[in-house]
């Protein structure tokens, strides 16, 4: 199992929409199976101001972001950490549409395998009530506090990840990993 690598992926965006908002934070566990070899995380300056709901819901503010790198200056990272590696995300598409769209806009293309903690929760635990990050971490007992800031969603996905391999196995839970094409053009 250590030879599947992964890159848990979470951000935080201006918006709801992520073809339309822009990163604000984003945050990347790289994992070799379940075991963690790298972390990795930054704000972004979105070069907008955050709106009122954005700024209550993650307790981030345009001071904060005030030095705070363009997403052109953290991009290289972000794509070596996710090379060669299943992007892994709680509804992943979210994630991954939006640093698609800010892959293209650098001029840059991003194509990754991706797997949706989710959509396998919904496969693997049928029946739940709820499958939001907080409902899934309360279910399987991980820990999980300050939703919506970009390190502590990776971490308890990265969590929840390692659960569903722990209680399904490798294979149940790699028959979910997709393809998705993600190649935009700003």
Known sequence: MESVRFAVLDVEMTSGDP??????EV?????????????WDSLVQ????????????????DDML???PVFVDV?????????DRIVVGHNVRFDITAIAHEFARTGLVLERAT??????????????PHYNLGSLCRHFGIPYQAAHRAMNDAEATAL???????????????????????????
């Not at 073809?19 to 604000?24: C, D, H, K, S």
């Not at 994992?31 to 790298?38: A, H, I, T, V």
Request: aromatic residues 2%; glycine residues 6%.
């Open 19 to 24: 073809t339309e908002g822009r990163i604000m």
């Open 46 to 61: 979105p070069r907008r101001s955050i709106p009122p709901f954005i700024r209550r819901l993650t307790g981030i503010h």
């Open 115 to 128: 797997l949706c903690t989710e959509k396998l929760s919904r496969r693997l635990a049928p029946g739940l």
């Open 66 to 68: 005030r030095d705070a």
């Open 160 to 186: 929840l990840l390692g659960r569903l391999l722990d209680v399904h196995g490798s294979e149940a839970v790699l028959a979910s990993v997709t393809w998705v094409p993600t190649a935009k053009r700003a």
């Open 27 to 39: 945050a990347v566990l790289a994992l070799d199976g379940k075991n963690e070899r790298m972390r």
């Open 75 to 83: 991009v290289r990272t972000l794509e070596t950490l996710t090379q």
